[in-house]
């Protein structure tokens, strides 16, 4: 059984990287790393597959970055990036994923949504109401600056029972 787990895992990277070597543009790699992303997220992992989940992030890691590195302008590839840390629970590099996206689109409130929840889930609570606070200086709509407050509500309650030593200062850009 390990053989054909370290064969199936060998085969997956080096068709992946094969294929990184044929894509010419941050489209075909960004398209790439989302493959790989759903074979991970959609298959691998319903099916308790983990050494196949690791083997297909990390192809989606490896093709988002190649991706941003063509083009560091490309905000969707970002946002797939950050989207693949936090599936590996990798909060830390999700919400720096991120911070690098607000410096390229800093109107883009779906940013300060997921850097928030990353800082969150990191238990970096006033990080995350830092990052919310941004974000309701950017809303108009009355509905979604009430559920901002809410949030932002509930993570001050969060930061207060774990206290400062538990609760990082987190700055955005």
Known sequence: MRKILFL????LAFTGLFSYARAQSEEDLEKMGLKHFNSAFLKAIPQKNQASAHAEF???????QKAIAKNPNRINTYLHLGRT??????YAAAAETYRSALVIAPQQKEIYLRLASALEKNG???GAINALEDLRALESDDRAIRVIDDFIGKLEKR????GPANSRS???P
């Open 8 to 11: 199936t895992i060998l085969f």
């Open 58 to 64: 990390a192809l989606a890691e490896t093709a988002f």
């Open 85 to 90: 840390y936090s599936a590996q629970k990798k």
């Open 124 to 126: 970096d609570y006033r």
């Open 159 to 162: 930061a207060a029972r774990t």
């Open 170 to 172: 987190g700055e955005l």
